[in-house]
């Protein structure tokens, strides 16, 4: 048994944070549906390569067709939860707005996942992870001193603001619909999630304790033992030494005696302290580095790269890429297990067209429905139910 066991979710196809918030859920045990657009005909897809599809139910449905919109609310009537990631408005000139949706299951939890949020003036804007990024004020604090601010993937917007927050909306939801019978949709917006992430630098700013400019602070790379230096192979070690053993173990183990060192409470000292640093890394490789502070504790690691970082140690004995396909990839987090009980980072399986036809009809659909949810060409077009 895992924690959301019997959970049931309805997933409508969207990009990023939806079905990234879809695979977390069912690497916990959720059962996910994820209701896509007919593919068009001859479309390849190669799905064991598609991550956040595992554990997934994938079906097919024209929701433009009252067929189709039929067979949706069919599998919203019977689940927990529904995710949907369009603009607002869109849901519900599709006849699955949270209006419709509530009117056949009280209980329903519906989370809606926009950039923007339902209302404001932006709230019909398109945007991508950048977009949020820069106008929460996170994207202005990422970066060097004398460079333009850095671009840290789609992960802080996307997956923190967005997918994280949709998860633990849709949790808490789920247990208030639980305790009280009565269902609630959310409002998931990445600009909002980013913001929130964004709570320690604003408490530093609100008491004068953060700069509002990129590089000049604790924790963004400002503070000589907290950034990146290069290695003589153009290799990068990562520092983190911010309490004061770390920092002077980091020290000792760069070779450097600490009482020859401006001190480092006087930030005038800082630029000294780099130089030293920074010239202490280039006297030996990544590697050696590494080797050096393995047994020390002084939050000291190297920069690897993605084909790098599964072969450390810590992930092997963690188990925290897995292979499958021919494929290394990230195993379910968190992990979680029965006191006592062994945990494992185990992928959940790849639902085949068997696994998901006994799912459906488990959910009380007919033959004939769960073979157009399936797509079968017996069953025609999708999103048409067959004549009887």
Not at 227 to 239: L, N, P, R, S
Not at 248 to 258: I, K, N, S, Y
Not at 336 to 360: F, M, Q, Y
């Amino acid at each position: 048994m895992q924690p959301l066991s019997g959970v049931r979710v309805v997933e409508l196809a969207a990009l990023g944070p939806v079905p990234w918030c879809g695979m977390l859920l069912a690497g916990l045990g959720a059962q996910v549906i994820r209701i896509e657009r007919p593919s068009p005909p001859g479309a390849a897809r190669a799905a064991h390569f598609e991550f956040t599809d595992r554990g997934c139910h994938r079906v097919a449905l024209d929701l433009k067709s009252a067929q189709g919109l039929a067979l949706a609310l069919r599998l919203v009537e019977r689940a927990d939860a529904l995710m949907e990631g369009m603009r607002p408005g869109v849901a519900e000139r599709l006849g699955l707005g949270p209006r419709a949706c509530h009117a056949i299951n009280p209980k329903l939890v519906y989370a809606r996942m926009t950039g923007w949020g339902q209302h404001g003036p932006l709230a019909q804007r398109a945007g991508h992870d950048i977009n949020y990024l820069a106008l929460s004020g996170a994207l202005h604090a990422i970066g060097a001193r004398d460079g333009p601010p850095a671009v840290p993937l789609n992960l802080v917007a996307d997956l923190g603001g967005g997918g994280a927050f949709l998860a633990i909306g849709l949790l808490a939801a789920l247990l208030d619909a639980r305790g009280s019978g009565a269902g609630s949709v959310l409002d998931v917006a990445m600009v909002d999630g980013v913001a929130n992430l964004m709570a320690l630098p604003y408490a530093r700013l609100a008491a004068g304790l953060w700069r509002d400019e990129r590089g000049s602070n604790l924790l963004d790379g400002g503070t000589p033992w907290y950034g990146v230096y290069e290695t003589a192979d153009a290799g990068y070690m990562a520092v983190g030494a911010i309490e004061p053993a770390f920092y002077e173990a980091f020290v000792r183990g760069l070779g450097l005696d600490p009482a020859a060192l401006p001190d480092r409470a006087d930030r005038a000292g800082w630029p000294e302290l780099r130089r030293r640093f920074a010239a202490a890394f280039r006297q030996a490789g990544r590697d050696e580095w590494q080797r050096r502070f393995e047994d020390v504790d002084a939050c000291v690691t190297p920069v690897l790269s993605m084909t790098q970082a599964p072969q450390h140690a810590h992930h092997r004995a963690r188990r925290t890429f897995v292979a499958r396909d021919g494929a290394l990839e990230p195993a379910p987090a968190p992990r979680c297990a029965r006191p006592g009980a062994r945990v494992e980072a185990a992928l959940p399986p790849v639902p085949s067209r068997a696994d998901s036809r006994a799912l459906l009809r488990a959910w009380g659909l007919s033959a004939a429905e769960t073979e157009v949810l399936l797509g079968c060409a017996a069953a025609g077009r999708a999103g048409e139910v067959p004549a009887a």
